[in-house]
């Protein structure tokens, strides 16, 4: 979308069309946009409604209803904080009695519109001229956020009790940017504001090593529904917990914390009843063996982030299974065991191994109407397959043995 194209679309008339289009459907895309310009509509502001219709359908998934009335460029949709999870970075800011909050890195304004919502001032600045006009837009029902076209690294902190980032790590084209010192801004840039303003926020890439990690900071690796979203380095009053490794985990509207048990160390052992594989935040936290202990189990591999239990736990940190056989990797055998127990419908899960799950299903040339579940792995040092079935808080209640 074109300067032109905002312009006519933020006019009553534009913002008019833009609502009262269908749900997008690419499908019908070119045939709306030939009958909207057939009907006398400027180019430029039929392709920004139908760009925005798009950008808004896509947004849902992160910003709920918030989306039906926000603006979005592609790459700010990209950025853009899921709202459950911009929801926790701004009752941190909330919980440690801030008041002013700088985010130097608004975007299309998803943390300012967060944080304002739980009643937070929030000066926003966007480096981009067209996306700080566009974050304008999706603020204008909170008159305590202040967007401004700026660099955030030039903003004046001296009534700034808190300050927020999310650098960019891609560069125009879209590429991923692994150097933190080519990050937009760069991450010692805005490391630095901590010595000016002591509550500083910043959420990156989840990919972060430990290494990477300042040691007076607290990282907090997040998952949505099973999908690691980010790392978020919380300092001073924004970090009540002290320095150190957590993941949250949101899933279903709940929302799950797991820091690391210092006074006790998960062992290895064989493959019991239960297999459970952790949550993808509690993998980068380096917290498996923590899960471990709280489903009273030990790990599969001292280099595998798989855990295994004799008992049934429910836990939000992880997906359980029941095991049903454990067995040698040998295509042949394995081939043999699925078709005799008639197995045409087949999930492989895999983890500290080289095989191509795709290709091992072609060799294995299913054959049959059961459905089975195999996860590839290392136990004891060996290439093994462990057949197992998902566990579900069903209906049927706990089976022998479980708790």
Known sequence: MDADGLTRLLAPDGWALLSA???????????IAER???????????????????????ARAKLGD????????????EQATRLEVAAHHARRYRDAGLSHVADLTAGIGADALAFAGVGLRVTAAEVDEMTAAIATVNLRHFPEATVVHADGLSLDLSDVDGVYADPARRTGT??????????????????????RVAALGLKLGPGLPHGAVPHDARAQWVSSDGEVVEVGLWFGPLAPEG?????????AGHAHVLAPDESAHAHVGEVGTYLYEP????????????????VHGRLVDPTIAYVTGDERHETPFATGYRVHDVLPFHLKRLRSYLRERGVGRLTIKKRGTAVVPEQLRKQLDLRGSAESTIVL??????????????LTPAADGPHPGES
């Open 36 to 58: 909207l310009r057939a009907e006398g509509l400027h180019p430029s502001l039929v392709a920004a409604a139908l760009t925005q219709s798009r950008l808004r359908s896509r």
């Open 66 to 77: 918030f989306a039906s009335g926000m603006l979005f460029t592609q790459a700010g949709l």
């Open 377 to 390: 792995t290392r136990v004891g040092g060996h290439q093994s397959v462990l057949v197992v079935e998902p």
């Open 243 to 251: 320095p150190g490794r957590s993941a949250l985990v949101l899933r």
């Open 174 to 195: 879209g590429r991923r940017v692994f150097d933190p010192a080519a990050y937009a801004p760069p991450l010692d840039a805005v490391l630095a504001l901590r010595e």
């Open 279 to 294: 949550d993808g935040a509690v993998i980068r936290a380096g917290l498996v063996g923590d899960v471990a202990l709280e």
């Open 21 to 31: 289009l269908p749900p997008y459907d690419e499908r019908l895309a070119m045939p």
